[in-house]
């Protein structure tokens, strides 16, 4: 049985929604901290992993060369929550889900001069009542989002990024403003010594294609799971990019050298 690790976030949804266990293929649910320990452990053997990771432990493994969750500007759903402004941060409270955007935070913040104390937690926004920041990520940064919202908007330009004291930073945005590239959040991988059947590499480009064109129904699904409307679900899905594309390599190629790992150029052909 080959296992696929999978993490149930709504922006991997279109990746395999429509891709079906059976056939010698399995899932393996999971948030990105685990799926990235169970890959190296061998208990997974293609996996969602974090870019961070993948960037730490390139000489271990090999991303498929055309797949990808990424955006250019806003995601989101990496937000940072806070009262005062972002330059007065100093006690900020981190998700324990993902490393990629705990560094990515860490990188903006030095890059801007700020020298802030960070805590992992577990919670929402009642950690704002001990830190002055707390960052969210993935479904939980969503459905925290929308509710703040008293209307949803109409426009991309109409999204507030300050609601009822809360001021919501986006750091795909902030990443975007500084590099005007996209941003790699994760990419499949597997062992470099354990390469994927051509088979199960086959099922997954066709469920992403068959996600894609088909994303209302995605969107529909992601949005009753995570109660949150579906116009709201379906703009943020095609927000995203999922095709480890020219500037998307560029962007992973920046954020390695932001965070001072070597970038491997040595994608595996598949």
């Known amino acids: 049985m080959y296992i696929l690790g999978v993490p149930r976030y709504a922006n991997t949804a279109p990746l395999y929604h429509f891709l079906e266990e059976g056939d010698g293929l399995a899932f393996r649910y999971g948030v990105p901290t685990e799926l990235n320990r169970w890959l190296l452990e061998g208990s997974v053997d293609l996996s969602l992993v974090s870019s961070y990771f993948y960037l730490e432990h390139a000489h271990q493994l090999r991303p498929l060369p055309d797949f990808s969750v990424a955006d250019l500007g806003p995601v989101y759903s990496v937000n940072l929550f806070h009262r005062i402004p972002w330059n007065d ?33 577990q919670g929402g926004l009642e950690l704002l009542e001990q ?13 925290t989002y929308y509710g703040l919202l008293s209307i949803i908007p109409e426009s991309v330009h109409q999204v507030p990024n300050q609601i009822e004291g809360i001021r919501i930073t986006d750091l795909s945005m902030k990443w975007f403003e500084r590099t005007r590239l996209p941003f790699v959040f994760g990419v499949w991988a597997t062992r470099r010594n354990a390469p994927p059947p051509p088979e199960i590499v086959r099922r997954l480009r066709s469920a992403r294609s068959l996600g894609l064109g ?12 995570l109660g949150v409307p579906e116009r709201l679900m379906q703009h ?35």
């Open 214 to 225: 088909n994303l209302a129904a995605v969107a529909g699904t992601e949005a009753q799971r």
């Open 236 to 270: 943020y899905l095609w927000n995203f990019r999922y095709h480890l594309e020219a500037p998307d390599r560029l962007g992973l190629e920046a954020f390695a050298k932001a965070v001072g790992l070597p970038y491997p150029d040595d994608y595996w052909d598949v």
């Open 131 to 143: 830190y002055d920041a707390v960052l969210l990520i993935g479904d939980r940064a969503i459905t």
């Open 89 to 121: 941060l100093k006690r900020i409270a981190l998700t324990t889900e993902s490393a990629t955007s705990v560094r990515l935070l860490q990188y903006l913040l030095e890059a801007d001069g700020i020298q802030a104390q960070y805590t992992p937690a």
